[in-house]
């Protein structure tokens, strides 16, 4: 993709370049399974038509007789409920029909509708559009740039969420037109950081977290940390190794995304959390529902039932399980709790508010990753079980020292924005890039999966 696009580039057919990413990154999708490349082209189309119309740009005629007959108004709603219906069908059909099975006595056959991948993330990315267009904050319409930005393949499956205002200007800068060894080398290395993370870090504690999950009613309370430790570090060093190397692929094109994390566990507040874990999320959740619910403007019970609203929604949106919703509603009491904490101007001492919040966190992802409620309930009862805590588990298993370990690295080094940015081409740092990068693919022959492409 690389070599095809910067070729195209250098014989000054710029469009060709642009067409050659948007088929990249169709192939690239329909790699998985070609039978959705249809549903990704159909929402693209119908997104861009009604995002257009409102736009403020130049007007087509057809745009023009169109916003004659709805209002922007009508066509933002119709935009917005068009996303929501579509991720409705394939990622909550058979949700409903669980829940309708229970409370009415039903047997409706479920759906197994297949998830196909990425739709939570261009779903959202294209609301934001509809949104910032009805805003008129979108000053130019072209059909094969707004291609080329929902479906650039670096962040097309699992983000992070862009707004197309911070990527158009990119796409169409001439200073991004020719190679830039600097964003060859820092991207080179983000990606290398990003892939040693996932297949070596995060499938380590895979291993783990499996392993517990797949009978947490034989935990005792040792275990029981090890278990909601090890998928915590599994989801940190998973998530921000893909979001890596999606910027980094993204910087050897000369295209910045935008960082998505900013060592969150080092994090001394729920709220301090949010801005610095899956940031492109909470920047979503934050401008496109808390703010036009009325965010802080209404007074403190506004707040906190619009802070719940955003974040039972942000549950919804990771997956269709009660599960889900209430690791949403967790996070929301914890912001509800850290709202009224902050106006009474009280304070904790910062190791205090560093373990309050990392131990919260830590135990919401236990009802994040659990296969049933009632694995989760067992795991959090276990974890404060203290007739089931034997002081020999330590001695006798590595694990817990492996979790330690990890959480010293979480904490202590620097993230992968501070090193990228540390990073020159020097041989030291090529060196370095081309060890990691060896020991990922390397490590490519086992199975691993991404946690948040089922998202």
Same mark, same amino acid.
């Given at each position: 993709?690389?070599?095809?696009?910067? *070729?195209?580039?250098?014989?000054?057919?710029?469009?060709?370049?642009?067409?050659?990413?948007?088929g990249?990154?169709l192939?690239?999708?329909?790699?998985?399974?070609?039978?959705y490349?249809?549903?990704?082209?159909? $929402?693209?189309?119908?997104n861009?038509f009604?995002g257009?119309?409102m736009a403020?740009?130049?007007?087509t005629d057809?745009?023009?007789?169109?916003?004659?007959?709805?209002s922007?108004?009508k066509?933002?709603l119709f935009g917005?409920?068009f996303?929501i219906?579509?991720?409705?069908y394939?990622k909550y059909t058979?949700?409903f029909?669980?829940?309708?099975n229970g409370?009415?006595g039903?047997?409706?056959?479920?759906?197994?509708?297949i998830?196909?991948?990425?739709?939570?993330f261009f779903t959202f990315?294209?609301?934001?559009?509809?949104?910032?267009?009805?805003?008129n904050e979108?000053?130019?319409?072209d059909?094969?740039?707004y =291609?080329?930005?929902?479906?650039?393949?670096?962040h097309?499956l699992?983000?992070p969420?862009?707004?197309?205002?911070?990527?158009?200007?990119?796409?169409?800068?001439? &200073?991004?037109?020719v190679?830039?060894?600097?964003n060859?080398?820092?991207?080179?290395?983000?990606?290398s950081l990003?892939l040693f993370?996932?297949?070596i870090?995060?499938?380590f504690?895979?291993?783990?977290?499996?392993?517990?999950?797949?009978?947490?009613?034989?935990?005792d309370?040792?275990?029981?940390?090890?278990?909601? !430790?090890?998928?915590?570090?599994?989801?940190?060093f998973?998530?921000?190794?893909y979001?890596? =190397?999606?910027?980094?692929?993204?910087?050897?094109?000369?295209?910045r995304?935008p960082i998505n994390?900013n060592?969150?566990?080092?994090a001394?507040s729920i709220?301090?959390?949010?801005?610095?874990?899956?940031?492109t999320?909470?920047?979503?959740?934050r401008?496109?529902?808390?703010?036009?619910?009325?965010?802080?403007r209404?007074?403190?019970?506004?707040t $906190?039932?619009?802070l719940m609203?955003?974040f039972?929604?942000g549950g919804?949106w990771?997956g269709?399980? &009660?599960?889900?919703?209430f690791?949403?509603f967790?996070?929301?009491?914890? !912001?509800?709790?850290?709202?009224? &904490?902050?106006?009474?101007?009280?304070k904790l001492?910062?190791v205090?508010a560093?373990?309050?919040?990392?131990?919260?966190?830590?135990?919401?992802?236990?009802?994040f990753?659990?296969?049933?409620?009632e694995?989760?309930t067992?795991?959090v009862? =276990?974890?404060f079980a *203290?007739?089931?805590?034997?002081l020999?588990?330590i001695?006798e $298993?590595?694990?817990y020292?492996q979790?330690?370990?990890g959480?010293?690295l979480t904490l202590l080094?620097?993230?992968?924005n501070q090193?990228?940015?540390?990073?020159k081409p020097?041989?030291?740092?090529?060196l370095?890039?081309?060890?990691?990068?060896i020991?990922?693919?390397l $490590?490519l022959?086992k199975?691993?999966e991404?946690?948040?492409f089922?998202f």
């Open positions: 993709m690389l070599i095809g696009y910067f *070729w195209l580039l250098h014989k000054r057919l710029v469009l060709g370049s642009k067409v050659w990413l948007v990249g990154s192939f690239f999708y329909g790699f998985w399974n070609i039978i490349i249809p549903l990704l082209l159909a $929402s693209i189309f119908i861009f009604v257009s119309a403020d740009a130049p007007q057809e745009r023009a007789k169109l916003l004659k007959t709805f922007s108004k066509l933002l917005i409920f996303n219906a579509l991720l409705a394939f058979d949700f029909l669980t829940n309708f409370i009415f039903t047997n409706v056959p479920l759906t197994h509708i998830l196909p991948l990425g739709i939570s990315t294209q609301i934001a559009f509809l949104v910032d267009a009805y805003k979108v000053k130019e319409v059909l094969l740039r =291609m080329l930005f929902v479906t650039y393949f670096p097309l699992a983000g969420i862009l707004h197309h205002k911070e990527m158009m200007p990119q796409f169409a800068s001439r &200073w991004n037109f190679l830039r060894w600097k060859i080398t820092s991207g080179l290395f983000l990606f990003g993370k996932k297949v870090i995060a499938d504690f895979a291993d783990y977290a499996n392993y517990f999950y797949a009978d947490t009613s034989a935990l309370m040792l275990q029981a940390w090890a278990t909601s !430790l090890s998928y915590t570090l599994q989801l940190y998973d998530f921000s190794g979001t890596d =190397m999606a910027i980094g692929v993204s910087l050897l094109f000369n295209i995304l994390f060592s969150p566990y080092k001394t709220q301090d959390f949010w801005r610095r874990w899956h940031m999320l909470s920047r979503f959740l401008d496109y529902i808390y703010i036009p619910l009325g965010g802080s209404k007074g403190s019970i506004r $906190s039932i619009n609203a955003t039972i929604i919804i990771h269709a399980g &009660w599960t889900y919703v690791w949403g967790l996070h929301g009491m914890a !912001l509800v709790i850290n709202h009224i &904490w902050k106006s009474l101007g009280l001492p910062t205090v560093w373990f309050l919040t990392f131990n919260f966190v830590n135990l919401a992802w236990v009802f990753r659990a296969p049933t409620w694995d989760a067992t795991v009862n =276990m974890m *203290w007739s089931e805590f034997n020999d588990d001695y $298993s590595s694990v020292w979790v330690i370990i959480i010293l080094l620097k993230n992968s090193w990228a940015k540390m990073q020097k041989l030291n740092y090529d370095l890039t081309a060890l990691l990068l020991i990922g693919i $490590s022959s199975v691993s991404f946690i948040y089922q």
